[in-house]
């Protein structure tokens, strides 16, 4: 009596037998999906990168403050991120757009105004720090119609080509003068080094500043 032998299910030779509890590699690549910024892993949707949310929320969370301060003569008032310029105040909150950002790093000289007489760089001074200070921009100088001496200067001597640097240059100028550093042009170009002309306008604008010191 011959007894009949049950079918082999082994898998043929050189296949590799997938199990329910352990997908294959392709089934596994084909059940994770990115969709929208969310990955959906197996039927587990995971939103953005927690290190974006912290950014966004560290974002929305910018501690602020108020600050009071005087420009060209007039009191303004205004809250703003405590990492908010002096320069983007001036730009971005009261629309004084005479000081330009230039390299935003301090090195040009194209942002440079006074605060309470002395010249800065207004990209690399915090807004926060100035409560209470009195802060002259380009668009400062001129009385009504009667311009500044050193602005009339700048005319006088052509001192300027594309403009960009000049507002920046002319504060610089200003206190140079103030401060009592225009004995010689040599003196002059060492305490207006800061200041970038990349029209190469130096020796005129050094012959404005001289103007403007002594009238020549």
Known sequence: ??????????PPEGSVEESSSDPSRRAFIAST???????????????????????????????TSRVSLSVNGRRHTV??????????????????????KGCNAGACGACTVLVDGRRVNSCLTLAVRLDGAEITTV?????????HPLQQAFIDQDAFQCGFCTPGQIMSG???????????????????SGNICRCGCYVKIVRAVEQAAHGK
């Not at 290190?51 to 910018?62: I, L, P, Q, T």
């Not at 200003?174 to 207006?192: A, D, N």
């Open 1 to 10: 009596m011959s007894v009949e032998q049950p079918e082999s299910t082994a």
């Open 33 to 63: 999906a990115v969709v929208g910024g969310a990955v959906v892993t197996s039927g587990l949707a995971v939103g953005p990168s927690v290190f974006g949310a912290e950014a966004a929320a560290a974002a929305e969370a910018a501690p």
């Open 79 to 100: 809250t703003v991120d405590n990492r908010t310029s002096l320069l983007d105040l001036l730009r971005e909150h009261l629309d004084l757009t005479g000081s330009k």
């Open 139 to 147: 668009e400062g100088l001129a009385k009504g119609e009667r311009l």
């Open 174 to 192: 200003v206190g140079c003068v103030q401060e009592g550093h225009t004995g010689s042009p040599e003196e002059i170009r060492e305490f207006r």
